[in-house]
């Protein structure tokens, strides 16, 4: 499985990124997600979104974040807005599939500055 991650960058507080993956391999999708990583800190998760839908977020980031997939094209999206500072991390797209196997992307740089 090959994921591939875009959508990072550069934007001020307040502002608002579209994070997009798309999956390319053989697999049947459990989950679909995103995790993040600051510097000097430990990976953690953002949202993931189920095969049957159910969506799981990160209390830091409820009401501002909406995850969202596109099942045709194997691709998830993560809509972030109100953004803050604390939120400056790369971000990883992860897929999970029916037998249990994890697979990363590659990282996408989200920075927001104060």
């Known amino acids: 499985v090959q994921l591939q991650a875009s959508g990072g960058g550069l934007v001020q507080a307040g502002g608002s990124l579209r994070l997009s993956c798309s999956a390319a391999?053989?697999?049947?999708?459990?989950?679909l997600g995103w995790y993040r990583q600051a510097p000097g800190k430990q990976r953690e998760l953002v949202a993931i979104?189920?095969?049957?839908?159910?969506?799981i977020y990160a209390d830091s980031v409820k009401g501002r974040f909406t995850i969202s997939t596109e099942n045709t094209a194997n691709a998830v999206y993560l809509q972030m807005n109100s953004l803050k500072s604390e939120d400056t991390a790369v971000y990883y797209c992860y897929l999970e599939d029916v037998y249990s196997v994890e697979s990363w992307g590659q990282g996408t740089q989200v920075t927001v500055s104060s």
């Open positions: 391999g053989s697999f049947v999708v459990s989950t």
């Open positions: 979104i189920t095969r049957g839908e159910t969506t």
